[in-house]
Nanobody, 124 residues
Framework: QVQLVESGGGLVQAGGSLRLSCATS????????MGWFRQAPGKEREFVGH????????YYAESVKGRFTISRDNAKSMVYLQMNSLKPEDTAVYYC?????????????????WGQGTQVTVSS
C-alpha cells in the first residue's frame, strides 16, 4: 500500500514561513498528482493546492495564492509546500494526498491516498 508522511509543521509567528514535506512510499509509486489540504478546528478539510507529477503544473486556492508554493522532487518521491507570509487563519493540520487517476483534483474526493497530517500553528 502507498504511504504518505507529512513533516515540517510547527509554530510560527504571523508573517513567517514554513516548509512542509511529504514523503511517498517509494520510486515505484508514480502519482498523477499530489495535493495539499488543511483542516482547522471545527472546520471541514479544504483544498490548498496541487501539483501534477509529470509536468509540475500547479494550482492554488485563492486564499493561499501568491503566498504558498508547491514543488516536487521526482527522484526522491517528495512533494513540498512552501508557505510564506503566514497568517493566523492558516493554522490547521495540513495533509498531503495523492492520486493515480483523473478526477476532481481540487476536491478531496479526487485523491485516494492520504498522509496523517502535520500541525501548523500561526500566532499573531
Amino acid at each position: 500500500q502507498v504511504q504518505l508522511v507529512e513533516s515540517g509543521g510547527g509554530l510560527v509567528q504571523a508573517g513567517g514561513s514554513l516548509r512542509l514535506s511529504c514523503a511517498t512510499s517509494g520510486r515505484t509509486f508514480i502519482p498523477l498528482a499530489m495535493g495539499w489540504f488543511r483542516q482547522a478546528p471545527g472546520k471541514e478539510r479544504e483544498f490548498v493546492g496541487h501539483i501534477m507529477w509529470g509536468g509540475g503544473d500547479t494550482y492554488y486556492a485563492e486564499s493561499v495564492k501568491g503566498r504558498f508554493t508547491i514543488s516536487r522532487d521526482n527522484a526522491k518521491s517528495m512533494v513540498y509546500l512552501q508557505m510564506n507570509s503566514l497568517k493566523p487563519e492558516d493554522t490547521a493540520v495540513y495533509y498531503c494526498a495523492a492520486t493515480t487517476s483523473w478526477g476532481d483534483l481540487r476536491n478531496r474526493n479526487g485523491y485516494k491516498y492520504w498522509g496523517q497530517g502535520t500541525q501548523v500553528t500561526v500566532s499573531s
